[in-house]
C-alpha cells in the first residue's frame, strides 16, 4: 500500500513539475522585431483610407499561437483632432498590402490617446499593421496629422514596444482630387495647374475611362475649378471631348495630355491638347505619321475660357499654323504654360522630326492667340518640357531626357529660333525620366524664386520633392527641399502660385490626382 502511495505521490510532483515548466515556458516573453513610422505622404481629405502610421512586426520562427488583441496610438501633435472623423487598423501579412488588408479594429472616438481592440493571429515572418484616417471634407489645408504607435499587447498578456526607428514628421493634408474610378473614370492622369488673375484655381487632366494606357483610347480633358485656394473644388467638367469624328467611336478620337496657360493681359485661360485619330490599339506615340490632316497625323487643338473657367469654347485646331509635314507628331508641354512680361503667350511643346527623333521645344503667341508660331528645338531625345521667363527676359526650358538620369535645361532669347545649354542642364535635377513642373515666382521678401517637382530618383518615380532655387536655377540647395510623397507613383505634376505666401502642387497617385498646398516657409 505504502510503494502505491508512493508511485502515486511521485506522479503528481512530476505532473506539477511539468505543468510549472509549460506555465513559465508560456509566461516567456518572446523577442518580436516592431517597427512603427509615419510615412511621408499627405493625409487626404475625400478618402476613406490613408496610411498614417505603417508596423512591421517580424515574429521569429520558433514562436507560436500569438495574437494581437490591442493597440495604442498617441496623436500628440495632431493641429486640430476634429479634422478626423474615423481611424481605423488594417493587417496583412508577408507583404504591406494597404489597400487590400483585412481590418483589426476601429474608432470614432478621436483623442490624443487611442486605444483600439481586435483579434489577429500572428504568422512567422513579417505581419503588417497600419493606422489609417478619413477626414472631413474640407479642411485646413495648413493643418498637420501627427500619430505615434506606443505599444501592441498580445493574448498573451505580453506588451511590445517598438524598435527605435527614423524620426517621426507629422504628414500634411491634402486633397484627393479625382480617384480611381471616381465618375466611371479609371484612370486621372497628366495634371495642368493654373491660379486665374481672379485667383481661382484650374486644375486641367486626363479622363482615362477604361485603363491607364496612353493614347490611343477613350480619353477626354476633364478640368477641376476651386475659389478657395484648393480647399473646396467644384464638380468636374469635361471641355474637351472629340466625340465620334470622322464615324470613329470614342476610343479612336481620344484627346489629352493638357497643358494649361492663362492669358495675364485678357484673363483668358487657354488649353492645349493633343488629338489622336484612329489607328485603335495602338500607342499615338508611335502611330502618328507626317502629313497635316487628323487622318495622317495627331492635331493639336487648343480651348479657351473667356468667363474664369465657367465656360469653354468649342476646339480650335491650330496644327496647320505650327506642324510641319514631315514632323511624325506635334503636341504641347504638357503641364502649363506662361505669359512672358511683354504680353507674349507661350506653352513647351514636343515634336519628332522625320527621323522620328524628339525635341522639345515651344508654341508661341505674339497677338493673344490668334495666331501661333514654333521654335527649334532644343535638344535630340527630350520631350515633356516646362518653361519659365528669366530675370533677363529669357526663356528657359527644363526638359524630360530620354537619356535618363537628369533633366536638360536649355535657354533662348529669341522666342527659341537658337538654343544654348544652360549651365545646370544634365547635372543639377535628377529624374528617372519622367515629366517635371517648374515655375517662376516673385515673393515679396526673397526675390525672384525658381520651383521645381518631381521624382527625387534617378531610376523610379518616387520621393515627390519640391526644390527651390535662389540663383535662377543654377543651383537647388538641399536645404531649400521639401519630399512630399515617398511611395512609388505616376509621377507627372504642375504647380501654381496661390498667393504670396503659398504655392499649390497637383501631382500624380496611382491612377489618381493629390493637391497639395505648401506654406513657403516650410522651405525656407
Known sequence: MKKQVSLFTAYCIIAIVLLSCAEKKDSQQVNISYEANQPVRPVLT???KNKVVQIKLNVPNEASNLTVTSMDFSLEGTTNLKDITDIEIFSSFMEPR???GT???TSKQISYKIKIDGHQPLQTGDNYFWLSMAL???VNLSNKISAKSISITLANGQVLKPNKDRQQTAQRIGVALRQHNQDNVDTYRIPGLVT????TLIAVYDNRYNGSVDLQADVDVGMSRSTDGGTTWEPMQVIMDMGEYGGKPQDENGIGDPSILVDRNTGTIWVAA???HGHPGKRNW????????????SQFVLVKSEDDGLTWSPPINITSQIKKPEWQLLLQGPGKGITMKDGTLVFPAQFKDKDRMPHSTIIYSKDAGRSWKIGTGARSNTTEAQVVQLDDESLMINMRDNRGGSRAVAITKDLGKTWEDHISSRSALIEPVCMASLISFNHSDKGKLLFFFNPNNKRYRKNMTLKTSFDQGITWPVNN??????DSCYGYSCMTVIDDNHIGILYEGKKELYFEKVNLNELF
Open 46 to 48: 475625400l478618402k476613406d
Open 98 to 100: 494597404f489597400e487590400t
Open 103 to 105: 481590418k483589426f479594429g
Open 136 to 138: 472631413q471634407d474640407s
Open 196 to 199: 486665374t488673375n481672379k485667383g
Open 274 to 276: 493633343v488629338w489622336a
Open 286 to 297: 508611335h502611330a502618328s505619321k507626317p502629313g497635316m490632316t487628323p487622318e495622317e497625323t
Open 481 to 486: 527641399q521639401l519630399e512630399l510623397f515617398e
